[in-house]
Structures are given as C-alpha cells and as structure tokens.
C-alpha cells in the first residue's frame, strides 16, 4: 500500500465559517460540541439515543451526485465522524433581512410549535425534506418526521405548516441552495487524501485515508471501535457510559459506499446507509421498501449502515432476517486477504460472529429473487414507526410446477440469541403441497426451532405465537386465500 499523509485535526463546515480542531476526544458528540462549545444552543438534547429529534442538524457531505444534505441526530453523531462535512444548525436558516425563514414562518402562521423544545428539530427536519421537493406528499412529509417527535401539538398543524412552505419563498433561492457550488469547493478543498490521527495512547481517534488503510490500521489494531454510522454505538456512550476509544472512523471512505448489481446480485458495501440504499432495493426486492422506511427515523436511515447492522451482531437487528432468507453472502477482509461466507453462517452466538481478530465486514451480497418466486418480511413492533423489533420474520418460496415446495428459507430476528433460520419448519415444509394444511402441521416444529425470550418488548408466548402467524399470512398472501389466525387464550378473552 501507497504511504499515506497523516494530519492531527478534522476540518469541516460548520454554518458558513470553517473549522478546524486538534484537539477532539474520541466520543465527543456534535450535540454537546455545538451547544458547550459553541454556544448554539437551538439544537436540544431530548433523549440522547437518537429517537425524539430535538438535536436534528443538517450534515453536507460529497458524493457522485455532488454535495447531498441529510437529516442527522447530533446526540449520538460523533465530531470525529464529520471531516470534510458541512453541518447546518438551525441558527443558519435566514431570509431576507426582518423576516423568517420559511420553514419557521409556516411554523408560526400554522401553530405548529407549543411548548417549543422540539420545534428546532422539526424545523430542520422540514428544511432538508423542502429543499429536495418543495411541494411534498403527505407521505413524504409523514416519512420525513418519523424521527421528531412531539408531545404538544399533534402533529396536524406540524402537517399543515410542511404543506404551505413554499409559499412562503422558493427552495431554489434558499442561500443553502444558492451557496451550494461554493461550499462543495470549499469541501473539495477538505479532502486532502490524508488519515487523520488526534490524541495519544489509548485515547485516540481515527479516520483511515482509504479503505486500503482502514484494513492496515485494524490489522495492526484489532481492538479499536469501528465506528461507521454511530445509530449503535452513540447509544454506548451516551446511555452506557462506555469507553470506546481508540476509534477509527469509516463513514467517510468512498471504498465502502458502494451499490451495484451485478448478473442478479446486488453488492452493498459496508459503508452504505439505508437511505443510499434504499432506491435500488425498493425497487429490485420491494419487499426490503416497507422494512426500511420503519428503520428508526429519517436521521437514523441516513446514518446508519446496513454493513453495521450486520457487524455488530443484534439479535434483533433489521437487515440479517431478511438478507439470510435471500441467501446472501458476506465478504469480510484481513489485510489483503478476503473470504466471502454465507451470511447466516456469520452468526455464531450471542455477541459471537465469524470474524478474526483485524478483519471487518467489506460487504454483502443480495441474490435478487426470481420473478416466479415469493419473498416478504414482516415486523412486529409495540408502534409502527421508529421502534425496535420484537419480532421478525423472513420467508422466500420457490414453488415446483405441481404446487409443491421447492425451495424455503425462513429466518427470524427475536426469537433467539442470533438471527436464525427455522430450519426445522423448513424441513417441513420442503418436497410438501405448499397448502394451509401443511402449513399448520409445519407450526408445531417451531418449538424445535426457537426458545424465545420474555422481555420489555415482547413477551415469549406472543413471540412464539407471532412467528407462527407470519408463517401464516406468508401463505395467504401468497395463495391469495383466508386462513384462520391462531390466537392466544388472553387475546381470545
């Protein structure tokens, strides 16, 4: 590998002044950088795991389609992560001299700020869906503020303020709009090639030149956190209190940001956020659509990563159920040294994957399904919207042309210590008439599959009795007829 420059500070943007720091302890968060630091307090601290949107602040950053602005949650964005970004508070926003913004504006006129804590949230939140479509949908405006939330107003004023924006000045004569070629030279000046290395000791962090440096950094580094979208990891700091340094930053490595399909399979890089992702895939497995717009809020699908749901494990992680059930594959990386694995083989035991000391999940590769094949995913969650999973489950079916089943795989998230396929209920149902009569014989094998838990989110019996039932509506929905679903004694009552 090329020998690399290495620079002690990260620069980027912050507002419309540059910024430069040597000085930067490896958890330090943009929320409590910008308001103790800096003195710009309308970005709030609610919740601090990234879930009510009080501390929502638009980050820039550079891509193939030129400098992209996205929702995040500065309580768990960490300042490391931001080299060669563009962060825009609220304070930013501006209008002609004596007026308000917009977005604020509408905000007023329409009565969709009460007490006020959250309003600086909703406001950037509205700001980054207006400047990319300025006469909304009801939807888009609905999907745009999954991440905000507010215990005052409602929401329909909030709704009606989205609608009647642009009636109030033109989001392509917003300054953000009209500064936008000049800030992305500015960036473009950032990006000097060079890794960045600030502090000493343990106390260290990181961000690789390339993905080429990144393997050389873990290999000689095996311990330090990998830190790509932080939607995990903020969470270990902000709620755990945990060390994690030394760290080593990759959200910015183009290497690892990467889509493409190839001969029906698709490749994900590591570094791909769900939003990156989520226009290929909607559109060749549209199944993946509807579970990726219930992914946490707006500013979690652009931060988190599909390559950190997978790396870090979860047992009820989002991505691995479904991925499994297409049958994906995994590269992972050591060095120069890569092997690619089944990705259900990654998987071990709890908090236990299929990785080596210094190696990293590089990417995962999704066989598109056939057209004469059946896939779905369904969640189940105590709410619909930004909330974790209490169960999940995965079906793809590939049926002979007498009706019986050919090929089966079906994986669950929740239900046990990783995630999991129902191998016995597969063996079930493989070589049989795929009928609702199968079907129910094959539920009672999944006692053999899974012992799952009680816990805050989900009972065991109404686990157990959930994945039973997702079976089930796979099949009605598949076969286009009404089947009975199974109910437990209290539910009957």
Request: net charge neutral.
């Amino acid at each position: 590998m090329a020998k690399v420059n290495i620079r002690n500070e990260i620069r980027f943007i912050l507002n419309d002044r540059d910024v430069v720091l040597s000085s930067v302890a490896p958890d330090a968060t943009l929320l409590d950088w910008l308001r103790l630091d800096r003195s710009l307090r309308g970005t709030k601290e609610g919740c601090a795991e990234g879930d009510c949107g009080a501390c929502t602040v638009l980050v820039g950053k550079l891509s193939a389609g030129g400098l992209v602005y996205e929702s995040v949650n500065a309580c768990i964005r960490f300042l490391g992560s931001l080299d060669g970004t563009h962060v825009v508070t609220v304070e930013h926003l501006r209008s002609e001299p004596g007026k308000l913004h917009p977005v604020q504006q509408a905000m007023v006129d329409f009565h969709g700020s009460q007490c006020g804590f959250c309003t600086p949230g909703f406001v950037m939140s509205l700001y980054g869906l207006w400047m990319k479509s300025p006469d909304p949908s009801n939807a888009a405006i609905e999907k745009a503020l999954q991440g905000n939330l507010c215990r005052c107003t409602g929401y329909e004023a909030i709704m009606r303020a989205a609608h009647a924006i642009s009636s109030y000045g033109k989001a392509t004569k917003d300054p953000l709009a009209a500064e936008r070629k000049a800030i992305a030279a500015r960036l473009e000046a950032m990006h000097d090639g060079a890794r960045v290395e600030i502090g000493t000791g343990k106390a260290r962090l990181m961000v690789p030149a390339n993905v080429d440096d990144f393997s050389a950094m873990l290999d000689k580094e095996p311990g330090a956190t990998i830190v790509a979208g932080a939607t995990d990891v903020g969470l270990w700091v902000t709620k755990h209190m945990r060390d994690i340094s030394p760290v080593i930053f990759i959200g910015n490595l183009d290497g690892l940001c990467t889509i493409s399909e190839d001969n029906g399979v698709i490749s994900i890089g590591a570094g791909v956020t769900y939003t990156e992702a989520f226009s290929m895939l909607s559109k060749r497995i549209p199944a993946l659509g509807p579970l990726f717009d219930r992914i946490g809020g707006e500013q979690v699908r652009n931060m988190g990563t599909i390559g950190g749901n997978i790396a870090n494990g979860s047992p009820i992680g989002d991505t691995p159920p479904p991925l499994i059930a297409l049958g994906a594959r995994l590269t992972l990386r050591k060095g120069k040294t890569r092997r690619t694995i089944p990705l259900e083989t990654f998987f071990i035991a709890y908090g236990k994957q299929d990785r080596q000391p210094g190696e990293f999940v590089e990417a995962v590769h999704v066989p598109v399904p056939a057209k004469d094949t059946k896939f779905a995913v369904y969640k189940v969650t105590k709410r619909r919207d930004e909330d974790i999973t209490a169960a999940l489950g995965a079906f793809f079916l590939a049926l002979a042309k007498d009706g019986t089943v050919a090929d089966i795989r079906i994986a669950y998230g929740g239900m046990a210590a990783t995630p999991k396929r129902a191998a016995a209920v597969e063996k079930a149902l493989l070589g049989k008439p795929w009928t609702e009569e199968m079907v129910e014989t094959a539920m009672a094998e999944y006692a053999r599959d899974f012992t799952p838990l009680t816990d805050m989110r989900a009972s065991a019996e109404y686990r157990a009795l959930a994945a039973k039932n997702l079976l089930l509506r796979f099949f009605v929905e598949t076969t286009g007829t009404r089947a009975p679903f199974q109910v437990s004694r209290h539910e009957a009552a």
